[in-house]
């Protein structure tokens, strides 16, 4: 499985203000996920991230408030905007194994813990 | 819908006690089903995908099972190393690829 780096860990910011999570794989992966884990709730997708096009985002999220760049096959970076305190979760990157199975695992980095005040 | 329900949400087991965890779930039409472990401050840990029912893995103190409705991860004489958080996600068809639908969890705590 790949090994996963995210920076920052955790981060406490103001209201009104942004935040850039970076996300790091050891291997070349096609497809890169980004979630948020809120506190007491399951862990929800933000949106796919695919090496050189546009996200794809899920129902809720919108690109304004999470733009995500997908710069290489190793690389991606999720940018939480304009901060309330609803923000505050867990946000979690994954990518997929290479196994070329339908319904392919997950790996998921450690997280960036973020408290919005 | 596609959704996912996990019971209890919290157990408590004395070392040695074996238990299951369960995890229902609806979906059109299954992809695969995971198990992941997380720790306080930590991101998920995979533990097994299962495809079709009837399908079993195991590892170390833990098996998971899986039928048409539900799956359970069973979890012999744990240990107190094995409290955790067990999440189950499914994937299924239809949905966006790549897009695991995870219950809230079950949290384990097993005592000296």
């Known amino acids: 499985s790949a090994v996963i780096s995210q920076k920052p860990s955790r981060d406490i910011c103001q209201r009104g203000t942004s935040l850039t999570i970076q996300c790091q794989v050891d291997?070349?992966?096609?497809?890169m996920f980004w979630y948020r884990q809120q506190p007491g709730q399951s862990l929800t997708l933000i949106a796919t991230?695919?090496?050189?096009?546009?996200?794809?985002?899920e129902s809720g999220f919108v690109i304004d408030k999470f733009p995500i760049s997908r710069p290489n096959l190793t690389f991606s970076t999720l940018t939480v905007s304009n901060m309330s305190p609803e923000d505050s979760s867990i946000y979690l990157c994954?990518?997929?194994?290479?196994?070329?199975?339908?319904?392919?695992?997950?790996?998921f980095g450690p997280g960036t813990r973020l408290l919005v005040l | 819908e596609d959704q996912v329900t996990q019971s209890p949400e919290a157990l408590r087991l004395q070392e040695g006690e074996s238990s299951s965890l369960n995890c229902s779930y609806t979906?059109?039409?299954?992809?695969?089903l995971f198990w992941y472990r997380q720790d306080p401050g930590k991101g998920p840990e995979f533990l097994f995908t299962?495809?079709?029912a009837g399908e079993e893995k195991e590892k170390e103190r833990l098996k998971a099972t899986l039928t048409k409705k539900e799956s359970f991860l069973h979890i012999t004489a744990p240990k107190p190393e094995d409290s955790a958080t067990y999440l189950c996600?499914?994937?299924?068809?239809?949905?966006?690829?790549?897009?695991?639908?995870f219950g809230k969890g079950t949290k384990l705590s097993v005592k000296p």
């Open positions: 994954s990518v997929e194994g290479q196994s070329g199975r339908a319904g392919e695992t997950q790996y």
């Open positions: 291997s070349q992966v096609t497809m």
């Open positions: 991230a695919n090496q050189g096009s546009e996200a794809t985002y």
């Open positions: 979906v059109s039409g299954l992809r695969g």
């Open positions: 299962l495809y079709s």
């Open positions: 996600a499914v994937q299924a068809y239809g949905g966006s690829q790549g897009n695991l639908i």
